[in-house]
């Protein structure tokens, strides 16, 4: 067989091979095979494991087909023995292509439309390429390490994202996206992802999974219309860039004060003017039989799940409020916001304000009268 130029990514070339040794490897080994191309010498075989694309060129047309189809045939779990096999001769090392990882784009003119992208990619950029919404096939690219799709007009994010198990970098800066769905936020990006950027879209809440991401280092949420953050945002402890700057935050979560920053940014929102002494009521007495029992399976730490308890019920127990006596509550509380200077969250502090404020409302929960009034002594004593 004629000598071809092989791109075997994530493959170390070795001086000789034969054509029996490169099939004995495929039986059942076979993902896709790739043939428009095929009388002008040039084919691809897509492999399950390794997750790689093999990509032959400048062969003999008719000896090609004949490799390919004893390529089927390996495939198939025919014994290599009896196949009609020739020598394969290896390319020489300038023929042999290198696994591409970088691709960038930035126009729609040059987005590919009929060639895959390359399985080893490892950082892809498709900006101002005008995406409606996220490429499939981009989806298939499980070494894909970056992925930046700013500057399109994607409106939905596809739950497989949550597929791409080394994503580390995700890059969604001004695209028309609406809301962070819940299945990315229980995905294996939990594990991967550190760097995200919603910046620029219009986005009104993130849901509670949020905080699942517990490797985020990076979160940018600039120019959206986030009418709150997520509940339990402190527990997002390796968290230390935080910009959610031009939003519609009237307050801040009570959970922030868990949060160790080096960088905080929330200029620009209409934060509300804090008033302990005038608080929101939601308290009844005597607790109703349900917040007793959902209050003392959080206090106790009772474990519970959609096996034991309807859906509704668990998605409450997991957003049970915090009172400042460590004392969960469910619907039943009395809340008011205070003060808080954000340098206590973060050691790099941008101005709230045009005034030079560094101060913004969080809210406070409190589980009785008796806990509100030991807040409020302890307020009044320290404005005197």
Same mark, same amino acid.
């Given at each position: 067989?004629?000598?071809?130029?092989?791109?075997?990514?994530?493959?170390?070339?070795v001086?000789?091979?034969?054509?029996?040794?490169?099939?004995?490897?495929?039986?059942?080994?076979?993902?896709?095979?790739?043939?428009?191309?095929?009388?002008?010498?040039?084919?691809?075989?897509?492999?399950?494991?390794?997750?790689?694309?093999?990509?032959?060129?400048?062969?003999?047309?008719?000896?090609?087909?004949?490799?390919?189809?004893?390529?089927?045939?390996?495939?198939?779990?025919?014994?290599?023995?009896?196949?009609?096999?020739?020598?394969?001769?290896?390319?020489?090392?300038?023929?042999?292509e290198k696994?591409?990882?970088?691709?960038?784009i930035?126009?729609?003119?040059?987005?590919?439309?009929?060639?895959?992208?390359?399985?080893?990619l490892?950082?892809?950029?498709?900006?101002?390429?005008?995406?409606?919404?996220?490429?499939?096939?981009?989806?298939c690219?499980?070494?894909?390490?970056?992925?930046?799709?700013?500057?399109?007009?994607?409106?939905?994010l596809?739950?497989?994202?949550?597929?791409?198990? $080394? +994503? #580390?970098? *995700?890059? /969604?800066?001004? @695209?028309?996206?609406?809301?962070?769905? %819940?299945?990315? !936020?229980?995905?294996?990006?939990?594990? $991967? +992802? #550190?760097? *995200?950027? /919603?910046?620029? @879209?219009?986005?009104?809440?993130?849901? %509670?999974?949020? !905080?699942q991401?517990?490797?985020?280092?990076?979160?940018?949420?600039?120019?959206?219309?986030?009418?709150?953050l997520?509940?339990?945002?402190?527990?997002?402890?390796?968290l230390?860039?935080?910009?959610?700057?031009?939003?519609?935050?009237?307050?801040?979560?009570?959970?922030?004060?868990?949060?160790?920053?080096?960088?905080?940014?929330?200029?620009?929102?209409?934060?509300e003017?804090?008033?302990?002494?005038?608080?929101?009521?939601?308290?009844k007495?005597?607790?109703?039989?349900?917040?007793?029992?959902?209050?003392?399976?959080?206090?106790?730490?009772?474990p519970?799940?959609?096996?034991?308890?309807?859906?509704?019920?668990?998605?409450d127990?997991?957003?049970?409020?915090?009172?400042?006596?460590?004392?969960?509550?469910?619907?039943?509380?009395?809340?008011?916001?205070?003060?808080?200077?954000?340098?206590?969250?973060?050691?790099?502090v941008?101005?709230?304000?045009?005034?030079?404020?560094?101060e913004?409302?969080?809210?406070?929960?409190?589980?009785?009268?008796?806990?509100?009034s030991?807040?409020?002594?302890?307020?009044?004593?320290?404005?005197?």
């Amino acid at each position: 067989m004629s000598q071809w130029s092989i791109s075997r990514c994530g493959w170390r070339m070795v001086p000789e091979y034969s054509s029996a040794l490169v099939l004995s490897q495929l039986k059942e080994n076979i993902e896709q095979f790739f043939t428009k191309f095929v009388e002008e010498g040039k084919a691809t075989v897509r492999l399950k494991e390794p997750a790689v694309d093999v990509c032959l060129s400048k062969a003999n047309a008719s000896n090609l087909k004949s490799f390919l189809a004893a390529v089927r045939l390996a495939h198939r779990g025919t014994d290599v023995e009896a196949l009609p096999l020739s020598v394969l001769v290896p390319a020489k090392t300038s023929e042999v292509e290198k696994p591409k990882t970088k691709m960038i784009i930035t126009s729609k003119r040059d987005y590919p439309l009929t060639k895959n992208f390359p399985y080893s990619l490892e950082h892809l950029q498709a900006s101002y390429c005008k995406l409606a919404r996220v490429d499939m096939r981009m989806l298939c690219l499980k070494k894909l390490r970056k992925l930046d799709l700013s500057h399109n007009h994607i409106k939905k994010l596809p739950e497989s994202i949550g597929d791409l198990v $080394s +994503l #580390q970098e *995700l890059n /969604l800066h001004n @695209n028309h996206l609406e809301s962070f769905c %819940v299945a990315l !936020c229980n995905s294996t990006l939990q594990k $991967s +992802l #550190q760097f *995200l950027d /919603l910046s620029q @879209n219009k986005i009104k809440a993130l849901p %509670v999974q949020f !905080c699942q991401l517990q490797e985020l280092i990076h979160v940018k949420l600039d120019d959206n219309e986030l009418i709150r953050l997520p509940f339990k945002m402190g527990q997002l402890s390796q968290l230390r860039f935080l910009s959610a700057a031009r939003n519609k935050l009237p307050f801040l979560p009570s959970d922030f004060r868990n949060l160790s920053l080096e960088k905080l940014d929330l200029f620009g929102n209409p934060f509300e003017q804090p008033n302990p002494l005038v608080p929101s009521i939601q308290l009844k007495i005597p607790l109703t039989l349900l917040e007793s029992a959902a209050r003392a399976t959080v206090n106790y730490r009772i474990p519970y799940g959609r096996h034991l308890l309807p859906s509704h019920l668990c998605e409450d127990l997991e957003v049970a409020k915090m009172c400042q006596c460590g004392s969960a509550c469910l619907s039943c509380f009395i809340q008011t916001t205070v003060t808080m200077n954000l340098h206590h969250v973060a050691h790099t502090v941008v101005l709230v304000d045009n005034m030079g404020g560094t101060e913004a409302p969080i809210v406070c929960y409190f589980c009785s009268l008796t806990c509100y009034s030991q807040f409020l002594d302890r307020y009044l004593q320290s404005n005197r």
